[in-house]
């Protein structure tokens, strides 16, 4: 009896959260839509747009740090409602603020995001038996991505023409603490919550530091920026969200493969041949549009769809890399490590691109894109050549198919 009540109470708490975390998507997906979208139809420099983006993962890096203690003192169901309120208050904020200080909205966005995220973690890992756990996050992913790609197709799609767009997005917010406040389960103990190292993870698999960084320099302009991208290379509104949501439904395709091989062959191989897609596409894409502009944007949706694909889902391939490195008996520390490498890259990738992009107009994007893909390339293949690919530890290729690794939900 008390046995199927756990049970019970594992499968309400998991649904409560499960739901708030993909109404935080869609809230989250709309606010990250509109923001550079409205900047660039405001003709806010490319810079400001990419200073304000990397102040949402500037705003995620602190929140790695100063968000456990607080989801340690007051449990998980407080800590996700007060997340949940600044990410709706500070929605609210943007109607009333110059673009200029966008930026310190989306800081403190992402500092609650972040909270969430630590939120949404530990809750799934401790209320998931061990043996589900990996169908768990993996069915978790897909419908993430999902709502993802539906609030930027459906609700970003009607609500970009309407002034209460903001409003519509802190309105999820706001819902998303329903199902989280109503459910009796009691959240996971915070103990399970660790602090960031990274000099083990650098020693023993610089591949999978190097793969997370990537990710975050890639995933961040391609989540942030690319609307803006849309914008100054002539689409209009909408055809500019259908690219957005091109990048997402490519990562969504891909995904699973990407896992699949993962467990299969060596995963710096995987790394190596996807980087090179990337920049051998954005390069090709690149010369397609300053030779016929016309004739390129008709390939622009789904060669960008093809770069979400190849790069975005790399970030499992990095983290299954790192525990195969280093053991599964590591699995929380790994957590928060690449956790806070992804973030890192998140702050640069923005930053970076729209730099390019100040200088050198919309086909700064796919410089940055090509530039960065070669050098992880590069520094990939040397890795291959000159370090072959230990033995692995054993019982790390187990009968029981891939597993996601638990910081790949933490990212949205």
Known sequence: MTAKTQGGGSVAALGAIVAGALILQVAGTIVNTVVPLQMAIANQPPL???????????????GCFVNPSLVRRVGHIRGFAVFAALQAVSTLSFPLLPEAWWGISRLVMGLAAAGHGICIESWISGQANQSQRGRIFGIYQILNRVALIGSQIGVGYVAIQSQDVFLFASMAFSIALIPVALTRARGPESSEIVSVGL?????????????????????????????????????????????TAGIQIGALLLQWPMSLLADRIASRLIMLVATSIVAVVSAGLMMLLEVDPAHGRIWLFGLFALIGGC??????????HAYFRMGRDQAVGLSAQLLFLWGTGSAIGPLAATLLMQLRGPQGMLIYLVGLSVAVAIYIALRISRNPSPPLIEGERGASGPTIPDIEMTKR
């Not at 400001?48 to 602190?62: D, E, K, N, P, W």
Request: aromatic fraction near 8%.
């Open 311 to 320: 790069s975005i889902p790399l970030y499992t391939v990095a983290v299954t």
């Open 199 to 243: 000099r083990t993870l650098w020693r023993q698999a610089p591949a999978a530091v190097v793969g997370c960084l990537y990710v975050g320099m890639v995933g961040g302009p391609l989540t942030s920026v690319a609307p803006a991208y849309g914008i100054l290379s002539g689409l209009d509104q909408r055809a500019t969200i259908l690219l």
């Open 48 to 62: 400001l747009i990419g200073l304000v983006a990397s102040a949402y993962s500037l705003g995620f890096l602190i």
